[in-house]
């Protein structure tokens, strides 16, 4: 790995500990407070083709509302090649952000636009 990827990915991993990964685990104690199902999980960067989707790094909040079979997901995950994070649904919506710009507020509104889309408006 070269320097700049690494760079990247420590930085990402940082905002993920610091920013993202918190209210990623807030999300998920609400949905099960109010019985949907839900897990975060995350990716390691892979240099090397390991046929993931995805080379990573990444966060990925997946759902099964009200336990349902079908699961919809929400990732937060690094773009090596171009340093930026994309932040991507189940249902193909994508924004990408500069690393940098993934603060809370942010991080919250990516968060509850999936669900409100997913569940419904939250009160």
């Not at 990444?58 to 079979?69: D, I």
């Not at 249902?91 to 636009?113: C, F, M, Q, W, Y």
Request: charged share 25%; aromatic share 4%.
């Amino acid at each position: 790995m070269d320097r700049d990827t690494e760079i990247f990915v420590q930085g990402f991993w940082v905002r993920c500990r610091e920013t993202i990964r918190p209210e990623l685990d807030h999300a998920v104690d609400s949905l099960k407070a109010h019985g949907h199902a839900a897990h975060v999980a995350t990716q390691e960067y892979a240099a090397v083709p390991d046929r993931l989707p995805e080379p990573g790094p990444s966060l990925t909040l997946t759902v099964h509302p009200n336990h349902a079979s079908r699961a919809a997901t929400l990732q937060f995950r690094g773009d090596v090649a171009k340093a930026d994070v994309i932040v991507e649904t189940s249902n193909g919506t994508a924004h990408r952000h500069p690393l940098d710009s993934l603060e809370l507020p942010l991080v919250k509104a990516e968060i509850s636009t999936f669900l409100a889309d997913l569940l419904g408006p939250r009160r």
